[in-house]
């Protein structure tokens, strides 16, 4: 009778718990981020007068969302470029990103530097140096050098090669079009590569040592062990690239987003533009984790 | 099954062991030297560009216009990193942009890792929603709200507690660091779910029978959160610190809202260092600029490199609670 009283008691304290632990953020969607949103859904059914003493709001019904979709030449475009592209980066920059961060994980002389290089993409594309890179010519002249070097190996030389191999056409132009990206894959894949590098950095070394004392190869210790593992942060990274590809400074849809708000203030167009990409952007992540979180391995 | 490969002759099986021993080792070399080729490759590809910004920051002027200089300066100069320095007011903007990335984000990175720890191992009504509204907040394009947070700030006032003392509209909070701060303890700063989702995800990662020993020892919850599960988190919070500030350092886009430019930034003057070239002076304008860019990226590569030294001590630890 008292065993139970006290288990009783235990999980009534883990739920209390539980909204403790999770309150911080509770609290601040309540207080920051309700009202925002509450208000862009609000303005994107609304046209917006500016007064000299605030703003007036004229009820519009479905015209936002109907000028976005129907009227604007380029919204619609660039969502499908966009969609588009981010669906075949996600898995280049999935793989490669794992992949590094299994080489910078091993021991070799000048782990620490190489870690730090790696480590500089996430600078580089971060607020305002990626900002001031997107206007700065001088740069982009001649860092267009090496994008034409990686880039003009990959259309003439790799697809003459593919081409002999008589794999099926789909295949070489992705495999070509991916090597013709390296850049931009390189540069997209910093915080993956760190995300995945603190995965396997948690990974006990205790397990392998057991794994490798009964036998087994470095092949099977990395699809029995490091895989599984490192299965919920290859969900992690999965949403995080779609969303950084869909939501990111250098995307299209949201420089237009950007410029109908804040150039050519019109608030309304814009939050119906913006709400309408959210609602894409969340099936295709609906979508995305509901087939990898199948694979994902937990202690559950 | 063959039974004799199980039980070779002594002759047999020294002949096995070299043959594997020898191929084990060529297989190891050659990974090295792919390894060694990959990483220098990929190295030298982000690497170019910053050795493009310091290339054209160490030259004169005309050293760009003459087509015989490649990279290496033939008039060296240090003038443009001056000019840049003394812009950004280096020292005051160092010491402001310190105290803000350093504090916000350490309150972000405990506010998430306390959300993430209450996400991945508590059941509680309406979990499921947290969690969907964390990724909310990660999806939704941060001009959307950019208006209204500014408009929050302007009048700040918590559920309507501050009015009802004072009543007055509330404070004015721009032109502080207590925005961003309030934002931090919040777990509501630039990108925090993904710092939420990331340490998540490790936890749901870890056995539970450390806790449930820990629990049966007569630990609390909060005691076996601190003493067991932390220890072994301290990797992804380190990762997550770091990626916070990074964005902290470099963003403008809620500094810019907060109207943080009264108290100088680093980020915040880097973007105004181009302009003293004065117009249609675009190639000084962007060797000013790339000086400034590598003043401000050189804390963050140091703070990394320091950074390294956690991630050695972690793995001893979580090598003892695994």
């Known amino acids: ?300 | 099954m063959n039974k004799k490969h199980f039980k070779p002759g002594n002759e047999e099986l020294i002949k096995l062991f070299r043959k594997y021993v020898t191929f084990d080792k060529a297989a190891k070399l050659l990974w090295k030297i792919v390894r060694a080729v990959l990483i220098a490759g990929i190295s030298f590809i982000i690497l170019y560009p910053l050795f493009v910004k310091i290339s054209v920051s160490i030259m004169i002027e005309n050293d760009l216009y003459d087509r015989t200089v490649n990279y290496i300066p033939r008039n060296f100069t240090l003038d443009h990193f001056r000019v840049a320095w003394e812009y950004m007011r280096y020292p005051t903007g160092f010491r402001n942009s310190f105290i803000l990335s350093f504090a916000t984000s350490i309150f972000q990175v405990i506010s998430c890792t306390l959300v993430a720890y209450g996400l991945a191992r508590f059941k509680f009504y309406g979990k499921t929603i947290v969690f969907g509204l964390v990724v909310f907040t990660l999806i939704v394009p941060p001009p959307v709200i950019l208006l209204p947070l500014y408009m929050n700030f302007r009048y700040f006032d918590l559920f309507g507690i501050i009015g009802l003392i004072s009543g007055g509209k509330g404070i004015n909070l721009l032109g502080s660091f207590w925005p961003s701060i309030l934002l931090s303890v919040t777990a509501m700063g630039l990108r925090n779910g993904l710092y939420i989702y990331m340490i998540r995800q490790f936890f749901r990662g870890m056995p539970h029978e450390l806790e449930e020993a820990a629990y049966i020892d007569g630990a609390g919850l909060f005691s076996t959160f601190r003493r067991i599960m932390l220890p072994s988190a301290v990797p992804v919070m380190i990762t997550a610190f770091l990626f916070s500030f990074v964005w902290q350092w470099t963003d403008t886009f809620y500094a810019s809202v907060f109207f943080i430019q009264r108290i100088p930034l680093l980020s915040i003057r880097l973007r105004g260092v181009g302009s003293l070239a004065g117009t249609g002076n675009w190639l000084y304008a962007s060797q000013l600029t790339n000086s400034g860019v590598v003043l401000l990226i050189v804390p963050i590569i140091a703070l990394y490199i320091f950074s390294q030294r956690f991630f050695v001590e972690s793995i001893e630890r979580s090598g003892i609670v695994g």
């Open chain 1, 1 to 300: 009778m008292k065993f139970r009283n006290k288990q009783i008691k235990m999980s009534t304290k883990k739920l209390i718990a539980g909204y403790l632990f999770v309150s911080p953020f509770i609290l601040g969607f309540l207080a920051f981020y309700l009202k925002p949103i509450y208000e862009a859904v609000e303005l994107s059914f609304n046209s917006i007068q500016l007064m000299s003493d605030g703003y007036v709001l004229e009820f519009v019904g479905w015209e936002n969302y109907r000028r976005a979709l129907f009227v604007d030449e380029r919204f619609i475009r660039h969502l499908v470029g966009s969609v588009r592209s981010t669906i075949t980066n996600f898995p280049l920059i999935l793989i490669f990103s794992f992949f590094i961060a299994n080489m910078l994980n091993q021991k070799f002389r000048g782990r620490t530097i190489a870690r730090a290089i790696f480590f500089l993409p996430v600078i580089m594309t971060s607020g305002v140096i990626l900002s001031l890179e997107m206007g700065d010519t001088l740069v982009g002249m001649m860092q267009g050098a090496i994008k034409d070097d990686t880039g003009a190996f990959s259309t003439a030389q790799l697809g003459d090669m593919l081409e002999q191999t008589h794999i099926p056409a789909q295949i070489t132009t992705y495999i070509t079009g991916a090597v013709g990206m390296l850049y931009q894959v390189i540069i997209a894949s910093g915080v993956q590569i760190l995300i995945f590098l603190a995965g396997l950095q948690t990974i006990p070394p205790s397990l392998y040592e057991a794994s490798s004392i009964e036998g087994a190869t470095g092949w099977e210790n990395f699809w029995k062990i490091t895989f599984p593992m490192i299965s919920p942060l290859i969900l992690v990274n999965s949403v995080y690239t779609i969303i950084n590809s869909f939501v990111g400074e250098s995307n299209w849809v949201m420089r237009i987003i950007h410029e109908t708000i804040f150039r050519n203030l019109r608030y309304g167009l814009g939050s119906a533009m913006a709400i309408f990409y959210f609602i894409v952007v969340a099936v295709i992540l609906a979508l995305v984790s509901l087939l990898i979180s199948r694979k994902v391995f937990y202690h559950e």
